[in-house]
């Protein structure tokens, strides 16, 4: 039951001072909202504090848990607020919403007032402090038409929507510059997409979500207005940082498209021998790398991100190299050559799990190559070498054509030829020579020469 003394101020009660009225009016509105429990009945008690007496002055209670209040031209004062649990069927405290709506001042005026035809038209000005003009929530406000003997007769409320408009990003790009001791620059471009200018519009930088030093003011977006605002990164280290360039107004309607990201990481090409063979070195947006494999001659990577986000990679290879191929989603590439390497820069764009590659060839890879195909066709030589004789040996008995015969002989003389050639140039050894691409054509020749003279005489 309810007690039958006003409650002590103290806690579990909470507090509200309205400010004195420039013409004593106003309206106190307090909505309680309550759990939707079934049997939970809360009241509500308004107590007037004066010199340490508690007046009741409002009061609500009905038999569920929605309350109201209203409380018509309040005393300035100190005013107790008191939440009581009539009944709670749930074991442990009940949990509500306690509103308090103040109506006060005289920042709304009423102008004129013309009745025609039983209709009553109300001329309303208003004088905004700057507190108030700088609200980002509707001002409430109310006018009160009465009599002398009864001043509330029509009370007509009154809302002020600040102008709304809507400051978003629409685009980053930034110089590209990616080297140590560059400076890289972040451009940003905003437009207003909202009925109504937006003023007031601050963008700031934060690395790694701390702010920087650095922020910009623009006064006045219009509306479809495009700005851009530049920030300019001094690349002092070869550390990933990532930036983020958030957009702020006073009225803006929508703050979900207030933000962009983006990823650097400078790549050292002075000391490129101790950087990474493969290193995003910039995302627009948010992406990462998920695998990477490096084979002699072939890097191959795997990335992914948010919709849409554009990012560079930097794949190192030799000084060297005499040709590369690029591959996969791939929107760009360039080169930059150094005394220790080449820098790729490859460019790609995610929409779901993207692949990108890089082939690569240089001259003591072609040489390995070589030596190794050099090797094969030696090999084969000398063993197809046994296996013609044994098919010369059983001719007669196989019932092979003299034709036949000679045309196998002369495939396997022009085979010697090729092969004695490679000696020649070898250095002392065919295996000395077996990276020489003369040796290696040689080799080829002899090759082919003898594999045709041997399925000559199997096909006959």
């Known amino acids: 039951m309810k007690p039958l003394k006003p409650p002590r101020i103290g806690e ?129 406000g109310m006018i009160l038409i009465g009599t002398t003997k009864n001043s509330l007769l029509f009370q007509i409320p009154v809302t002020l929507v600040p102008a709304p408009y809507d400051v978003k990003v629409t685009g980053v ?63 002092k280290e070869a550390t990933g940082h990532t930036y983020k360039i958030v957009v702020s107004a006073p009225h803006d ?3 979900e498209n207030n933000e962009a990201t983006v990823y650097i990481r400078p790549i050292n090409l002075e000391k490129i021998q101790s950087e990474p063979n493969v290193l995003m070195v910039e995302s627009l947006g948010k992406g990462w790398i998920t695998f990477i494999n490096e084979l002699p001659g072939r890097y191959y990577v795997k990335l992914n991100g948010e919709t849409g986000t554009r990012i560079t990679l930097a ?35 995610t929409s779901s799990p993207v692949e990108v590659w890089v082939e690569y060839t240089t001259p003591s890879m072609i040489i390995n190559m070589l030596r190794n195909i ?40 022009a085979a010697e030829e090729e092969y004695q050639r490679a000696l020649e140039i070898s250095p002392g050894s065919i295996y000395r020579g077996l990276g020489d691409p003369r040796v290696f054509r040689h080799l080829r020749k002899a090759y082919l020469f003898l594999k045709e003279a041997i399925e000559l005489l199997e096909s006959s």
């Open 173 to 235: 790009t930034t110089n590209k510059m990616y080297s140590l001791d560059n400076t890289y620059n972040i451009t940003v471009y905003l437009t207003n997409g909202g009925p109504y200018n937006a003023t007031n519009v601050e963008v700031t930088l934060l690395r790694d979500n701390v702010p920087v030093d650095v922020n910009v003011l623009v006064p006045t977006i219009a509306t479809g207005e495009v700005y851009n605002v530049t920030f300019s990164i001094p690349l």
């Open 253 to 255: 309607v929508n703050t």
């Open 315 to 349: 794949f190192k290879l030799p000084a060297d190299t005499s040709s590369y191929t690029v591959g996969g989603k791939v929107i760009g590439y360039r080169e930059i050559k150094t005394e220790n390497a080449i820098v790729l820069y490859v460019e790609t764009i």
């Open 12 to 140: 579990g009660l909470t507090r509200w001072n309205p400010r004195p009225s420039g013409r004593g009016g106003g309206q106190i509105e307090l909505t309680s909202i309550w759990d939707d429990l079934v049997g939970l009945d809360l009241d509500l008690y308004v107590y007037y504090n004066a010199s340490g007496t508690l007046i009741e002055v409002g009061s609500s209670t009905t038999s569920t848990s929605d309350e109201r209040v209203t409380i018509n031209f309040p005393e300035p004062g100190q005013y107790v607020i008191e939440v009581y649990s009539w009944s709670n069927p749930a074991p442990g405290e009940a949990t509500y919403n306690l509103k308090v709506t103040t109506i006060q001042g005289t920042s709304l005026q009423v102008k004129n007032i013309k009745e025609e035809n039983g209709v009553y038209n109300v001329d309303v000005a208003y004088n905004l402090t700057d507190e108030e003009l700088n609200s980002t929530l509707p001002l409430q």
């Open 374 to 413: 050099g090797m094969f066709y030696t090999w084969q030589y000398t063993k197809m070498l046994e296996e013609y004789e044994k098919l010369i040996a059983q001719a007669e008995e196989k019932g092979i054509s003299e034709e036949v015969l000679t045309k196998a002989e002369e495939l396997k003389k």
